[in-house]
């Protein structure tokens, strides 16, 4: 099978590209260097050129709380122009198998926990990203109105808080977890004695090894059709306290971790209800403390290779 993997060099692309490539598929890989997806016809020329079976778009401008806050025009003008011209460029070639990467973004602030798939559009959205979350959203219902007009056979997939070697680990855009390794590695091997943290430390996430989001991929990609988003997490949550206290004990650093409550915490809780995906008989198979120990050995010699995004 011949996959189109858009976004193929970014955390969540490259994972799923080593998954299809490791079941014998054909990867073909789109990025930036290949096709800007915000010009409509150099990526509709791709698509037919190439086509592919299946198009996977793991490709999104993303980012941490601190830059989604500072340029909603961006991540929505961005995201909505990438994911519609690679809508209507499959549209377009006729491609059957279609599989769309949201977030679990998407979801009410103050969404009742686990998080369960009907919960969308249900409450308000947390302000801080909901620029992000209606482009998300967006795709959503482009999937569901294409699966209604042209009966393919496309779905939606929702990630939780992905991580894993290869992610951005630069401090004004990265998430959460990667910002936390690159500062605590760093403070470890300069020395310094405490790190600061934005917010209370007190929120709840969860977190999903890109490889695991690829498995589920892999599997819904053969499994699922259906018209209803699927979501993809652990199922377990942790406080950003408890998560910088992880970090710390693996790398082994001592030093005192302070919080800066000036700086917006976000969602109080999302942790996502798991059962649909579950069903079809998928499961993650990376621990928290495995994925974030393969994670930081990955960081440090990515420094050292001149490959780590900074």
């Known amino acids: 099978m011949k996959v189109l993997v858009a976004g193929a060099t970014g955390l969540a692309g490259s994972a799923i590209s080593r998954a299809f490539r490791a079941r014998g598929d054909e990867v073909i890989p789109l990025n930036r260097s290949v096709v800007d997806l915000m010009d409509l016809k150099n990526t509709r020329d791709f698509l037919k050129s190439t086509k592919p079976n299946l198009v996977v778009n793991a490709a999104a401008k993303v980012g941490g709380i601190g830059i989604n806050n500072l340029k909603p025009v961006d991540f929505l003008y961005d995201n909505l122009g990438m994911q519609n011209n690679l809508f209507q460029s499959a549209l377009e070639t006729k491609i059957e198998s279609f599989v769309f990467l949201g977030s679990s973004c998407i979801y009410p602030r103050n969404c009742p926990q686990p998080i369960r798939e009907e919960f969308l559009m249900t409450g308000p959205l947390e302000e801080s990203n909901s620029a992000y979350a209606i482009a998300k959203i967006a795709g959503i219902e482009m999937v569901k ?11 939606s997939l929702m990630p939780t808080n992905l991580y894993g070697p290869g992610d951005n680990f630069n401090l004004s855009d990265s998430h959460v977890l990667p910002a936390m390794i690159r500062k605590i590695v760093e403070a470890k091997r300069f020395g310094v004695s405490s790190i600061t943290f934005w917010g209370t430390g007190s929120p709840l996430r969860e977190f999903l090894h890109a490889d695991d989001l690829a498995s589920a991929v892999l599997l819904s990609s053969e499994k699922y059709d259906d018209s209803s988003h699927l979501n993809v997490g652990t199922g377990q949550d942790l406080s950003i306290l408890k998560l910088a206290s992880l970090i710390s004990e693996i790398e082994d650093y001592g030093g005192e971790i302070l919080w800066d409550s000036t700086k917006p915490d976000g ?30 050995n990955w960081f440090k010699a990515a420094v050292e290779n001149g490959e780590a995004r900074l």
């Not at 209800?273 to 393969?294: K, M, N």
């Open 267 to 296: 969602t109080t809780r999302k942790v996502l209800d798991i059962s649909r995906i579950s069903a079809l008989g998928w499961q993650p198979t990376i621990s928290l403390t495995e994925g974030i120990r393969e994670t930081i």
């Open 145 to 155: 109105s294409v699966r209604k007009q042209y009966g393919l056979n496309w779905i």
